[in-house]
């Protein structure tokens, strides 16, 4: 099967940088995915890795590296609106395109 | 592009009633769909994988009988939660993909409280 370990909770101030880790297991590894959840909404996506190496889209990146079987999310200059919950999510080929969360990472933005 | 709509955002019912949550791709057709579940404060459960036109194929634990998923077409698949009881009341959220390897594009969710 897939699982993923992360980090349940992170605090920061504003303006801060969070790195949030993620480290998995799956056959046949596919891609490494990240979404946000604010609190009563629907989880959007942000970034995925299907390489090794750094994504980066605006003030959040996220890395890869497939033979550590890890990879973490970079939220840098930390605003109130990033208090949220992000999941990393893993796509492999032994479960089709089926993706499996981890049990997400919640971040609390202090001002 | 990649819109999913969800129907509907919240739903209260009596127990032992059944309640049909839709999901639509609005904008792109989806030959796959997948109902996810999530509980307070946890992580989302997968809980079928929804294909037009065929069987739904489910999670292991997830009683085929009581969620019944259709997928009559290329852009609508709905989720029957039948003869509802309190323990399934969640927040209920499909989701879409636009490609083999694209991301999840979900709908905003529902959220199902059984009295």
């Known amino acids: 099967g897939q699982s993923l370990e992360q980090p349940s909770e992170v605090t920061a101030v504003e303006g801060a940088i969070v790195q949030i880790n993620c480290t998995y297991q799956?056959?046949?590894?596919?891609?490494l995915s990240w979404y946000q959840q604010h609190d009563g909404g629907a989880p959007t996506f942000l970034s995925y890795?299907?390489?090794?190496g750094l994504e980066e889209t605006g003030r959040f990146s996220s890395f890869l590296s497939r033979s550590d079987s890890y990879g973490y999310l970079l939220l840098q200059e930390l605003q109130m609106k990033d208090s949220a919950s992000y999941f990393c999510?893993?796509?492999?080929?032994?479960?089709?395109?089926?993706?499996?969360f981890g049990g997400g990472t919640r971040v609390l933005v202090k001002p | 592009g990649a819109v999913v709509s969800q129907h509907p955002s919240w739903v209260i019912c009596k127990s032992g009633t059944s309640v049909k949550i839709e999901c639509r791709s609005l904008?792109?057709?989806?030959?796959?769909m997948f109902w996810y579940r999530q509980f307070p404060k946890q992580s989302l459960m997968l809980m079928a994988t929804?294909?037009?036109?065929?069987?739904?194929?489910?999670e292991q634990g997830v009683e085929k009988d009581k969620f019944l998923i259709n997928h009559a077409s290329l852009t609508l698949s709905t989720l029957t939660v039948t003869s509802a009881h309190p323990e399934d009341s969640s927040f209920y959220i499909c989701?879409?993909?636009?490609?083999?390897?694209?991301?999840?594009?979900f709908g905003n969710g529902t959220r199902l409280t059984v009295t």
């Open positions: 989701s879409a993909i636009t490609g083999a390897n694209s991301p999840l594009h």
């Open positions: 799956t056959s046949g590894f596919y891609g």
């Open positions: 890795n299907a390489l090794d």
């Open positions: 999510a893993v796509r492999g080929a032994a479960a089709g395109n089926k993706l499996t």
């Open positions: 904008d792109f057709q989806a030959t796959t």
């Open positions: 929804s294909n037009e036109g065929s069987k739904a194929t489910y």
